[in-house]
Every structure is written in structure tokens, then in C-alpha cells.
């Protein structure tokens, strides 16, 4: 059936049974399947959900996944409401921890939605209805975590090596490449920012030589660091997650699994500090949010000019994320990377490998939409400061996974607009040599 009627007649039908209970007290008398909540804890939970806004098969998948994970077996049918995503959990095997789906669903769904009345009342029926004792005390740590623990809480900046590559003068031929150790704003400690100019075959040879020592981090035991590549537009799918992180060592081991590894896009890094309104506008705009529920997908299927794209940003003034269906070299991404660059949009996922949005292909499931589905359930209640984190987590479950087109190829461009280098040692992309100054 089409969604709309679907949902009608689910509402119909939902209504009658609360008027006419025989049935239903029927099947209440009938067991339950292992690990379940009870078939009248169900019904309660269905009425909660249906005070929800609509939402389409794609949101409630990812709710779905997020719940289930990625290896679940997919849904048999197309899941119109927030009752069908319930139908789907109930009928699968219990959770390795014996937790139920279900109620897993339920808490979720409590920290997502913006209706608070709903928030509260999902969170109720959480306590009220587990079956079993160790269930309830699983759901007060999980709501109480949910509480102290979202987007953002206690995120500590990290420190990360920034690797600062632009052309050196007018042909885009050579490039001059700058090591930084960035903690924070006022502490950014120079590591290498006299080297000549490469070719650049040279500069991969020169990273891939340097980046698996910096990668280590200091003799401390804190986390390893975030390596930031700031590079011009044309090189923001270097693969350098796939680079060895101890190449005499372990041909196995890469950087994007050690350490979070991400992009970011030259000119915009040098923009001077009066044109970066927009920018950290969307960044503040960010703070405190759950990444995940604010996502927003750029279709197989965009085709729109440029002007179109940027009137759809100048609308949406607090869109921070995006994810790509494909690389920017692909037409469906090309435009939503550059449009949003300039329209300050600092955090955007995308797939080296994905989907071109071919007209003759299906995309309920193709590359682009199951990398969407991948990143939105991985960046479930995590704050903008989590997503390298996150993103590197992705990276991790798609090798352990057997999954590679759901992380293998995912390049993150997380663009925190505070994070930069001192002002006089930056310089326009299009200056040449001579007005670079050496530490």
C-alpha cells in the first residue's frame, strides 16, 4: 500500500481494537515470544507513537538499524509508521545482552524526538514495562546515561596533527606541505613548516613517511590524535585513512582505524575571520545536538544547479551535516560540496565508491543509500565533536563487519572553525611562494 493510506488504516484499525477489546483479550491470554515486552505493552506503545509526525521508510530504517545493527535481517516490508519498525524488532532474535529491541526502540526514541510530552511518556512506558527484573534496571542506566550522557558531555578537545598542504604559486603543479600540532587555539605548536616544495607524488612519499610517527601521539597515555589534512578542493579524496600506520610493522594496521581522520578544504580554512559568518553560525548552531537526528542526505538523484542548491541552504540556515551520496568528482555530489563550502556547512560524509544516481537503477538500496543509513545510525546522539570519533568507529565496524561500503571508503570533512593555524602564517591558496614565512 501507499504510506498514506497505510497509516489510515493503521490508525483505524488501532482504534477500533482500544473500542472493541475481545480480540485483544484473546491474544493477551496467548505467550509471548522470548525477550519481549507484553502484547499489551506493545498496543501502549503504539498509541505513544502515533503522536509522532510522519516519517519516511528511510528514517524509520535507520531507527531500525540503529536498534538492531547493521547485520540484522532487513525489514520484509516497507516500513510506513513507527508501529511497523516495532513489528520488525518484536519478530527478531533477542539481542546478545537479552535486552529487548523493543525497548531499546522505546529509549531511543525518547532522547530523539522533539515533542517532550512524547519524549516523557515513551520514557514511562520504558520503566513500566519490562517483564523481567534485570531489563528494568537496564532501562534506568540507559535513561540515566542518556541524561548525563548526550551530545557533547564532557567532549575534551583533542589534540590532533594538521597537515597543511597548498599549491606553492600558480600552476597547482607543486605543493608546500606544514606539520602543526594543534591542542587548541592559543597552542599550536609548529613540527615541520620549512620543507621544499613537491610534486605530488613527492608529498605522498613525504606523508606517508611522517604521518605514522605523528599518528602515535606523545608519550602520554592519552587518546591518539585527530589528523586534520587541510588540502585544496581537488585532493579531498586522498585516501590517507588507507595509509599503513606502522608500515614496518603491520601491513595490516591503517591510520583511519588508529586515529580519526579527517578533511578539511583549503580556501575556506584561509577564509579571512569577517567572512566566516555563516560558517560559525551552523558550527554554533550544532552545539548540543544529536548529529545523528539532524542529518541530512543529499539524494542519488540531486541534479540541481548550483543557484537551487544554495537557495535550499540559504533556507535551512542551522543545516550543519550532510552526507554525499558519492565522491564530489561524481555529478550528484559535485555541487552540494562546492554550494556548501560556501554556504558554511561544516560537517559532510561521503563515499569515494558510492552511487552516481544512474535513472535506471534502483536506490532504496544502493550504495549512496546504505551509506546514509550506515552514518545516521553511527551518529546516533553524538555531539559534532564525537562525529571523527564516530566516523573512525564506522571505519572500524565496516572491516570487522565484512561491510567495507559502509566505511571502508567514507571520507568525513568536519570543519570546527575555530580550529585554524596563527593569522600571520596564513596566506591566500593563490599567492604565491614568496609570501610564505618560515618558522
Given at each position: 500500500m501507499e504510506p498514506a493510506p497505510y497509516r489510515r488504516l493503521r490508525r483505524e484499525h488501532d482504534a477500533h481494537h482500544r473500542r472493541n477489546r475481545r480480540w485483544t483479550s484473546l491474544a493477551d491470554d496467548l505467550p509471548g515470544p522470548a525477550g519481549s515486552v507484553g502484547r499489551r505493552a506493545e498496543r501502549e506503545l503504539r498509541a505513544i507513537l502515533a503522536g509522532l509526525p510522519a516519517a519516511d521508510h528511510d528514517q524509520h530504517l535507520t531507527a531500525y538499524r540503529a536498534v538492531a545493527g547493521e547485520l540484522a535481517v532487513p525489514p520484509r516490508h516497507p516500513l510506513h509508521d513507527h508501529g511497523d519498525v516495532v513489528s520488525e524488532l518484536a519478530g527478531l532474535l533477542p539481542a546478545e545482552d537479552g535486552f529487548p529491541h523493543v525497548l531499546a526502540y522505546a529509549i531511543d526514541m525518547s532522547f530523539g524526538v522533539a515533542d517532550q510530552s512524547v519524549a516523557e511518556a515513551l520514557r514511562v512506558w520504558?520503566?513500566?514495562?519490562?517483564?523481567?527484573?534485570?531489563?528494568?534496571?537496564?532501562?534506568?542506566?540507559?535513561?540515566?546515561?542518556?541524561?548525563?550522557?548526550?551530545?557533547?558531555?564532557?567532549?575534551?578537545?583533542?589534540?590532533?596533527?594538521?597537515?597543511y598542504v597548498r599549491p606553492a604559486g600558480q600552476d597547482r603543479q607543486r605543493y608546500r606541505c606544514e606539520l602543526w600540532r594543534y591542542d587548541d587555539h592559543d597552542d599550536v605548536t609548529p613540527i615541520a613548516t620549512d620543507g621544499p616544495d613537491r610534486s605530488l607524488d613527492e608529498l605522498r612519499r613525504h606523508l606517508r613517511a611522517r604521518l605514522p610517527e605523528l599518528a602515535r601521539g606523545g608519550p602520554d597515555d592519552g587518546p591518539r590524535p585527530l589528523i586534520e589534512l587541510v588540502l585544496p578542493h581537488?585532493?579531498?579524496?586522498?585516501?590517507?585513512?588507507?595509509?599503513?600506520?606502522?608500515?614496518?610493522?603491520?601491513?595490516?594496521?591503517?591510520?583511519?582505524?588508529?586515529?580519526?581522520?579527517?578533511?578539511?578544504?583549503?580556501e575556506r580554512f584561509d577564509e579571512d575571520d569577517d567572512r566566516l559568518g555563516a560558517w560559525r553560525r551552523r558550527w554554533k548552531a550544532l552545539d548540543g545536538q544529536d548529529v545523528g537526528a539532524v542529518l541530512t542526505t543529499v539524494s542519488c538523484a540531486e541534479r540541481r544547479e548550483h543557484r537551487a542548491l544554495h537557495a535550499w541552504f540559504q533556507l535551512e540556515p542551522t543545516l550543519g551535516a550532510l552526507v554525499l551520496p558519492c565522491s564530489p568528482q561524481?555529478?550528484?555530489?559535485?555541487?552540494?560540496?562546492?554550494?556548501?563550502l560556501h554556504c558554511g556547512i561544516p560537517i559532510m560524509v561521503w563515499r569515494r565508491r558510492g552511487c552516481t544516481g544512474r535513472p535506471e537503477t534502483a536506490h532504496r538500496d544502493c550504495p549512496g543509500s546504505r551509506l546514509a543509513e550506515a552514518v545516521a545510525a553511527e551518529l546516533r546522539r553524538a555531539g559534532r565533536e564525537d562525529v571523527p570519533e564516530r566516523i573512525m568507529r564506522l571505519r572500524n565496524r565496516a572491516g570487522a563487519d565484512g561491510h567495507p561500503e559502509c566505511g571502508h571508503d567514507v571520507v568525513l570533512l568536519w570543519d570546527d572553525p575555530g580550529r585554524r593555524l596563527p593569522r600571520p602564517r596564513m596566506a591566500p591558496p593563490t599567492q604565491g611562494a614568496d609570501q610564505w614565512v618560515s618558522s
Open positions: 520504558a520503566r513500566l514495562s519490562p517483564q523481567a527484573v534485570r531489563d528494568r534496571d537496564e532501562v534506568a542506566t540507559r535513561l540515566a546515561a542518556g541524561r548525563t550522557g548526550g551530545p557533547d558531555a564532557e567532549t575534551a578537545r583533542r589534540p590532533s596533527v594538521l597537515v581537488h585532493l579531498l579524496d586522498e585516501d590517507v585513512d588507507h595509509w599503513l600506520e606502522a608500515p614496518d610493522r603491520n601491513p595490516w594496521s591503517v591510520i583511519g582505524q588508529t586515529n580519526p581522520v579527517v578533511v578539511r578544504e583549503l561524481e555529478v550528484p555530489a559535485r555541487g552540494a560540496l562546492e554550494v556548501g
